[in-house]
Structure formats: structure tokens, C-alpha cells
């Protein structure tokens, strides 16, 4: 069980639903796409744009970072309103590199982002209703 399902499941065992509150079921239906990369993905497009114009020098130098780059990835979060969200991981030790365990704790990082954004979301129409209309100018 994800963390997040293990805070959801306390919540409920207590009782804590009866206000308004964002979900992990929320977070998820904000999400209408997810993207992942190493930053050495990055940098060999990077090299491949170097290669169409001919720059061996920029490619040796790119590629040289490669091993180091490759333990860096990136999870990007494309929310249904077309906002982006990042989140990222690295590892210290190629030994123990494992590109699902990347992704997973990329995706982790930004999720906690989509907490924050659907947080501000949620206390901003509460905050809203309390507010007189106003007049049409």
C-alpha cells in the first residue's frame, strides 16, 4: 500500500471526511498524462541535434556525462488543465541504478507538488464563497 493509501485509509479509520478535502482519488483524476526520462535521454537528443551539424566536439563532451546523467530521471505530470508538474530522482551509485525505482520515486516527488496545487485550488473556492458578489462594472 503507497503512503498515500496508507494516510487515506487513517483518515477514513478516524472519521476526518466530513469537510472539504482533496483525495488521492482527487490527485489521480488531475493527472491527464505522464512522461519519464533520464537526463541522459536529454542529452542525447541534445547530441543528436549536435551530430545533424556535424559538432563531434559537443557530442564527445555531451556523452562523456552520460553514466552519471543516465541515474537522474524525471517525471513530468500533465495535469487536465494543461499545468505541468516535475518531480525528480537521482541515485548515488550506478550498482544501484533501477530505472523503475527511478520512476516510481520521480513520480512520487511531483505527486506531492499536485497535493499542494489542489490544496491552493480547494482553500481558494472555499475562500471565494465567503466573498460577497460583486457588482457587474
Same mark, same amino acid.
Given at each position: 500500500?503507497?503512503?498515500?493509501?496508507?494516510?487515506?485509509? $487513517?483518515?477514513?479509520? =478516524? $472519521?476526518?471526511?466530513?469537510?472539504?478535502?482533496?483525495?488521492?482519488?482527487?490527485?489521480? &483524476?488531475?493527472?491527464?498524462?505522464?512522461?519519464?526520462?533520464? !537526463?541522459?535521454?536529454?542529452?542525447?537528443?541534445?547530441? &543528436?541535434?549536435?551530430? &545533424?551539424?556535424?559538432?563531434?566536439?559537443?557530442?564527445?563532451?555531451?556523452?562523456? !556525462?552520460?553514466? %552519471?546523467?543516465? &541515474?537522474?530521471?524525471?517525471? %513530468?505530470?500533465?495535469?487536465?488543465?494543461?499545468?505541468?508538474?516535475? $518531480?525528480?530522482?537521482?541515485? %548515488?551509485? !550506478?550498482?544501484?541504478?533501477?530505472?523503475?525505482?527511478?520512476?516510481?520515486?520521480?513520480?512520487?516527488?511531483?505527486?506531492?507538488?499536485?497535493?499542494?496545487?489542489?490544496?491552493?485550488?480547494? =482553500?481558494?473556492?472555499?475562500?471565494?464563497?465567503?466573498?460577497?458578489?460583486?457588482?457587474?462594472?
Amino acid at each position: 500500500m503507497s503512503t498515500d493509501a496508507q494516510i487515506e485509509a $487513517g483518515i477514513q479509520a =478516524k $472519521g476526518l471526511t466530513a469537510g472539504p478535502r482533496v483525495t488521492p482519488a482527487d490527485v489521480e &483524476m488531475a493527472i491527464a498524462s505522464e512522461h519519464y526520462f533520464t !537526463a541522459g535521454d536529454g542529452v542525447t537528443n541534445q547530441a &543528436m541535434g549536435f551530430a &545533424m551539424a556535424n559538432n563531434l566536439d559537443a557530442i564527445d563532451r555531451l556523452t562523456a !556525462a552520460l553514466p %552519471v546523467l543516465n &541515474m537522474l530521471t524525471f517525471c %513530468v505530470l500533465v495535469l487536465r488543465n494543461g499545468f505541468t508538474v516535475t $518531480g525528480e530522482n537521482t541515485c %548515488v551509485s !550506478a550498482q544501484n541504478f533501477d530505472p523503475e525505482l527511478g520512476r516510481r520515486l520521480a513520480r512520487e516527488d511531483a505527486i506531492e507538488k499536485v497535493w499542494e496545487f489542489l490544496g491552493f485550488e480547494l =482553500k481558494e473556492r472555499l475562500y471565494q464563497r465567503t466573498q460577497p458578489p460583486q457588482a457587474p462594472t
